[in-house]
Structure formats: structure tokens, C-alpha cells
DNA sequence: GCAGGCAGTATACGACTGTCTACTTCCCTG
DNA sequence: CAGGGAAGTAGACAGTCGTATACTGCCTGC
């Protein structure tokens, strides 16, 4: 069942080990990888083909802690009023708790292999497509097209994934992050409502209740 | 005037030239460096004391250019009615016509060296306060309290540097990048105008004209 | 109980890296 | 015209890298 051997393993959580200082993905080293692991350089070569090869077995690996932590995610906002709120709480917590699948993500969705760019960035698009099909399943903003919300929740997932590097290394700015973020959420949906007003019937329904 | 003697240049634009294909500023070499730019190795040291020293004043480089592209592009705006449209469209035209500057910028904003971190994100800072100075100075968005539009330039910023990457490399997504661009900027300052009313308020108001 | 495959090790090779010292070439200035 | 400093070159150093081949131990199926 697990098909995870000790030594594949020991590889892995080296990386992930090495990327959350001041390293990236994509440019570790084989003999390093092996050193950080305990192991002999050679013994890469049992689990691996390549460099790039390991690579997307690490995004594999992460994905797979990622989809566990949006299970965990999906249960606990059914049984909540005020979902944007603790949601985005919710998020910023398991990011908190996987410092190390975080950093790697954000570093490599504009890193230099185009192989694990695009990887990460179908990752990403089934989050986001899971987050509108939740969104509009339950009816959160019914008054805001199907189109529009993926098209939000694809802005939300990297916005939220950004601001996690911060959220991670900054323990100040926690809170201001996560009021952002709802801002970031409450004010794209809002807006989103109104798109098909005009600027100045925007304005007049803004000042009416101030 | 002009500190950039020919190694020096040679060596910078060669670090553009190789980031743009599949590199990343921290991990450049300086051998490879000076290979690129037809230099002696050890000339690399008679301009820079360390490859750190060196992603920082590359950094410096991309930022006087991207300092002339703002310039033009404030010197244009003044002249639009439509600010948000227009600008935009030139912003990602710009980044069009400097892709290495870009991906660098992308690239290590959430890289490897926290060195290098830190210098891009005063500059994204300082880009963002400027945007949000041109706003309130031109009362664009009069309903929206100053503190608030910071906030939202500060995410625009972010946002239109990230897809600026797939806009260099993705001709076919260009058109929708744009208008999705817009349409974040558009929904943050309308969304954040309704920031003083409830949810069911803002239904209300949203449903009355559809 | 033994054969075969799998995980891990040892050693070695060539290529590449950053850094050092010593040398040459060129331009600017007095 | 002479001299000095800056820019660039040459060669060598120790270290690291990825890779290949050959080896050892262990576990499992027959």
C-alpha cells in the first residue's frame, strides 16, 4: 500500500528539509539530497531516473498532503455560517503547519523548469476548480455567474498562496494577511455582483447608505 | 554619468540573457557568466565581490528600467479617461518588450534568497504606493478611503507581476489575461466601495437592477 | 534452502565550480 | 613622455557535481 520505501522517503523529506531555508527545488543537488538524507549518493539512482523525475515525485508528494488538508478543509466549512472567514483561517493554519510544501509550491510556480511550472499549475486549477463547484454548489454568492466565480477562485488560490510565504515567515503580519485576504475575497465577489452597472450607478449606490 | 563600463554591462546582460530561458538569478555561476558574456572568469571580480553582489545590482539595472517604463507610463495615463483599461494594456505591453527584467523580478521575489526578497518587495512597495498616490491625487475612486486603495495597489501590483509571466509566455492567453486584469481591479475598487454594508444589503442592491 | 531481485555502499572518472596569485594590456593623467 | 591604476587574461588550486561500474546485504518466492 504505501509505496513509499524508507530510502525514497529519507529523499524526499531531505528536500523538502533543505527547501525551506534558502534553497529551491530545482536547484538541489543530487549529493546533497543524499547527504541531508544520511544516505550514499548512489542510492538516488535506485528510487529515480533524473533530477527532473524527482522533482515531480516531490510535487506528487505534496499534493497528496495538500488534498488531505482540503478534505479536512471542505468537512469543517459545511458546518460554518461565515464561510470566507474560516476558510481563509482555516488555510492559513495548514500553511503554517507545512511550511515546507508551501515554500516549495510558490517557489517552483515561477521557477526556472517549465516541467514543474506547469505541473503546479494544474495543481492549482483543480484547487480552484474544487473551491467554485463548493462555492456555487452552496450557494454562497448566488447572485454572481458560474464563469465568474472560477474565474475569482483561480485570482483567490494564488493570491492566498503568495501571501502565504509572508504569512509563514512574518509572525507580525499574521493578522493583517488573513484580514487582507478577506478583504481580497469579500471585495472580488462584491464587485463581482455589480459588474454589470456602470461606474457612475456604482458610485451612486455607494455613497446612498455611507 | 554612465557606471556601467563594458564587462560590467556585458556580465548583467548576460545574466538576463540566460535567466530569460530557463535560469534563475541565484543560481547563475559566475563562470557561466563570464562564458556567456565572452569575459575572462576572473573579470567577474574586478566588478563585483560576490555573485550576491551581483543579483543586487542586477536588481538595481531592471529597476532603473522599470523606473523609465513608470515614468511613461504616468506621463500616458494622465492623458486617458478610462485610467484602469489603458493602463494595463501597458503595463503588460511593457512587460512584453522586457521579458528578462520580468521574469527576474517573478522569479526571485519568492526565491531562494532572502537578500534579494527583500530588495524586490521595497520595490514592489514603492511601485504600489506610487500607484496609489496617482489614484487618490486624481480622485479616480473618491468613494474608497485612502488606506483602502494602498491595499488594493498593493495586491494589483502582485497580481499583474505574476501573470505577466504567462503573458510573456502564452500569446494565446494574452487578450483573456488583460481583461481578467481588469476585471480584478475593477471588482477590488467596487467591492471595496460597499465595504461599510452587510451582505444581505449588498444583494439587495445588486439584484435591483439586473 | 537457495536464487533472484531490490536497497544501499564503495570507489573512481571527468567536468565544472569559486577563488587565488601573477601576468599583460590599455588608457588617463601629470 | 612616463607612470600608475584599472580592465582583462592565464594558469592552477581544492572542492563539488552527476554518473558509471562493481560490490555487499536482505528479503521473498519457489
Redesign the pocket.
Known amino acids: 500500500m504505501n509505496a513509499l520505501?524508507?530510502?525514497?522517503l529519507?529523499l524526499i523529506q531531505a528536500a523538502l528539509r533543505l527547501i525551506t531555508e534558502t534553497r529551491s527545488l530545482t536547484s538541489?543537488?543530487?549529493?546533497?539530497?543524499?547527504?541531508e538524507a544520511?544516505?550514499?549518493?548512489?542510492?538516488?539512482?535506485?528510487?529515480f531516473k533524473?533530477?527532473d523525475e524527482f522533482g515531480l515525485q516531490v510535487l506528487g508528494y505534496i499534493a497528496e498532503e495538500m488534498k488531505a488538508g482540503v478534505r479536512d478543509l471542505r468537512q469543517m466549512a459545511d458546518s460554518s455560517e461565515q464561510a470566507s472567514r474560516d476558510t481563509v483561517a482555516f488555510v492559513y493554519h495548514y500553511f503554517l503547519a507545512n511550511p515546507a510544501a508551501t515554500t516549495v509550491a510558490v517557489r517552483e510556480l515561477h521557477g526556472p523548469s517549465p516541467i514543474l511550472r506547469r505541473a503546479l499549475e494544474s495543481q492549482l486549477e483543480a484547487s480552484a476548480r474544487e473551491m467554485a463547484e463548493d462555492i456555487i454548489e452552496r450557494q454562497l454568492v448566488s447572485a454572481v455567474p458560474p464563469e465568474t466565480i472560477h474565474e475569482i477562485s483561480r485570482m483567490t488560490i494564488r493570491y492566498i498562496l503568495f501571501r502565504a510565504m509572508d504569512y509563514i515567515e512574518k509572525p507580525a503580519q499574521r493578522e493583517t494577511i488573513q484580514t487582507e485576504t478577506e478583504h481580497f475575497i469579500n471585495r472580488q465577489f462584491r464587485g463581482a455582483m455589480l459588474d454589470h452597472l456602470s461606474q457612475t450607478e456604482v458610485e451612486r449606490l455607494a455613497l446612498r447608505q455611507s
Open positions: 520505501t524508507g530510502g525514497k529519507k538541489l543537488g543530487l549529493r546533497e539530497l543524499a547527504r544520511g544516505l550514499n549518493p548512489n542510492t538516488f539512482y535506485r528510487h533524473s533530477l
